[in-house]
């Protein structure tokens, strides 16, 4: 049989998990770290990092609206489910996906993000013409009171979503750790550490994606980087990348000290099949050459643009460590025989339903809705819309 | 009837869910077999196998299994004398041909037939997002193919390797201990075309099966029982290198 070494049990030698299974986990974490980052602002009330506040939500939004897909182009019936959010199984874990996204996606960021904007949009109804007139009119879903009261309520019910939300982040991401980790027969999945893993890598790879966006947003529009606000974010990115990076060590060290029965079946599979995605692009490429580039800026004085250009490179290749995690979690999970004797091959095709070709336009279409947002939803805050017809 | 719009919204969701209910219909009667009478389960007499593959062609034969898929198959262990924790296993083509002749002399040779275990407590069932999958009230877990959503949550919390996704149907299958079979009072496929009688249906329930005595005398053993998950798939004199 190609692509086996050893013994699998029949059933097991195709993979059912793909790599839009990798890319679920991968761009729920965004969302949730994108708005984790933009709690940071709002909640705790750290100022330096208000130049990105609009855009870690817009960012949150793009992401959320595009993480269903993936997960629908893998089922064998799409068509079926809506059957989860009308007899959702009480025991599954996976049954709650529809509410926890619901919930998410319509009580926390569009509500939240539509407040925040609401007196812009309002502004905006007024200013434009034709088209984009009716679609800001239907935005602002009739409410066009931009009275100072008016704005100090938004300002208000707009904190209590953003304190609910914060826990709704953790819960969003923890529960999709929480899919896996919840799955005893799998020894590289069943961890009560997974959800927990899951939430500070999604923290690290939301923040990384924002401060890379703002950085690139702000050289595309030929505008100065706030560095004040960079050099935060940074300094979160590394702390919150240290906790992360902890939390997975202190999951491998467990693994090597304990050796339970699966131990040597996954120990020759990290040192063979899982080599490169898991060592090399993982743990080298995609966290310690981040972790030190950071700490050099922590204790370092540099210079300004060795300061933009580390945070660009650690940035990216943060991001780049955060997919290979996600994909040696869930390729990686499927790899060894649960008989412990054997493994397989992870082939995946171009141009397939779920091929290299739709994950690449899976992960391009975040981008796309993020550009069309910011033209309707300008987050710059310095060029914001007219200031003076509404004050 | 004057509905205020409060009073709409409340009930529409109400109204959905008992149309869902109406939809799902009731389940197909099978007349003369009571649900609550049996508690199924199967005994693999392990010495008694010769690895012929007969079960795993009649299984194929009577549920149309797809190729390269199985709801059963047969592994031949080779366990040597000095490694007991790292057998030597082989399954071609789930043993549907039965196997190669051993290459060495050296240590134990036998033969394994592995089949859905229709846990009592079984994870696949507990995992599964819209409920497809359920334990009947006989004891058989079985997969509703009109209702699953084809996610292999399932396929990746089964311990024991026993689920696929159906490549035309898209949804997930595994062994239906022949329900359809033993509703009728007859034995499951690969029971009937076992030439040793290594594999026997047995219904819990039932006190005049032979398997309470059969249990009472034999060393009687199930898969992964760390596992916990109320394997009904009883093993004979299994050996401990079995995964």
């Known amino acids: ?391 | 009837m004057n509905l205020s719009r409060r009073q709409i919204l409340v009930l529409l969701p109400a109204a959905a869910v008992a149309w869902k209910a109406v939809l799902a219909g009731t389940p197909e009667e099978a007349p003369n077999y009571s649900m609550s009478d049996h508690w199924w389960g199967m005994l693999i007499d392990v010495p008694k196998c010769i690895g012929c593959g007969n079960c795993v062609r009649a299984c194929q034969a009577e549920n149309d299994v797809p190729d390269g898929f199985f709801r059963t198959w047969v592994e031949r262990y080779h366990v040597t004398d000095t490694n007991m924790t790292n057998p030597e296993v082989i399954s071609p083509d789930g043993g549907k041909e039965g196997f190669p002749t051993a290459a060495e002399d050296a240590g134990k040779y036998f033969f394994v037939p592995k089949l859905c275990n229709h846990c009592a407590d079984s994870p696949c069932t507990q995992v599964c997002p819209v409920g497809a999958t359920f334990v009947s009230p006989d004891g058989v877990v079985l997969v509703d193919p009109k209702y699953c959503l084809g996610c292999a949550y399932c396929v990746q919390a089964c311990p024991y390797g026993c689920r696929y996704i159906h490549p035309e149907k898209k949804v997930a299958d595994k062994c239906t201990l022949c329900y359809h079979r033993i509703t009728k009072g007859l034995t499951t496929a690969c029971a009937e075309n076992c030439p040793t009688g290594a594999r026997q249906l047995v219904d819990l329930k039932n006190p005049h099966d032979p398997i309470h005595a059969f249990l009472k005398t034999h060393s009687v053993q199930v898969l992964k029982p760390q596992m916990a998950t109320g394997a009904k798939v009883y093993y004979n004199e299994l050996d401990g290198s079995v995964r």
């Open chain 1, 1 to 391: 049989m190609g692509g086996v070494e050893g013994f699998m049990y029949p059933n097991e030698i195709e993979l059912h998990w793909s790599v839009l299974i990798v890319l679920y986990p991968f761009i729920t974490g965004l969302v949730a770290g994108a708005f984790i980052l933009a709690s940071l602002e709002r909640v705790f009330r750290v100022d330096a990092v208000k130049p990105t506040y609009r855009l870690a939500l817009l960012t949150a939004l793009s992401f959320l609206l595009v993480a269903p897909l993936p997960l629908q182009l893998h089922l064998g019936h799409p068509e079926r489910s809506p059957e989860m959010y009308f007899t959702p199984h009480s025991t599954s874990a996976m049954a709650m996906f529809g509410y926890v996204y619901l919930w998410y996606l319509m009580a926390v960021l569009v509500f939240e993000i539509w407040l925040d904007y609401r007196r812009d949009i309002v502004l905006l109804a007024e200013r434009s013409k034709g088209i984009v007139r009716i679609v800001y009119r239907a935005m602002t879903l009739g409410s066009t009171n931009i009275s100072p009261r008016a704005l100090h309520i938004d300002e208000r019910v707009g904190w209590i979503v953003t304190l609910i939300g914060i826990p709704s982040a953790f819960m969003l991401h923890g529960y999709v750790g929480f899919i896996f980790g919840s799955i005893k027969a799998n020894p590289w999945w069943s961890s009560p550490l997974m959800p927990v893993v899951f939430i500070f890598s999604a923290m690290v790879s939301g923040i990384a994606c924002v401060m890379v966006l703002y950085m690139a947003t702000a050289k595309l529009r030929g505008r100065n980087i706030d560095m004040r606000c960079v050099d935060t974010i940074a300094m979160y990115l590394f702390y919150t990348f240290i906790i992360d990076f902890s939390l997975e060590m202190l999951d491998l060290i467990h693994r090597v000290y304990e050796a339970d029965e699966s131990f040597r079946s996954l120990n020759f599979m990290v040192h063979t099949k899982l080599y490169f995605s898991h060592i090399v692009v993982q743990i080298l490429c995609g966290t310690l050459v981040p972790l030190v580039l950071l700490a050099i800026t922590q204790v370092v004085k540099l210079g300004e643009v060795v300061r933009k250009r580390i945070y660009a490179v650690a940035g990216l290749l943060t991001l780049m460590g955060i997919f290979a995690m996600r994909w040696n979690v869930v390729i990686g999970g499927q790899l060894f025989s649960k008989s412990y004797l054997g493994y397989t091959t992870y082939k995946v095709g171009l141009v397939s339903r779920e091929g290299m070709l739709v994950a690449l336009a899976l992960s391009l279409l975040p981008l796309l809705i993020l550009w069309v947002l910011i033209k309707l939803l300008p987050p710059w805050p310095a060029e914001n819309v007219p200031a003076e017809a509404g004050d």
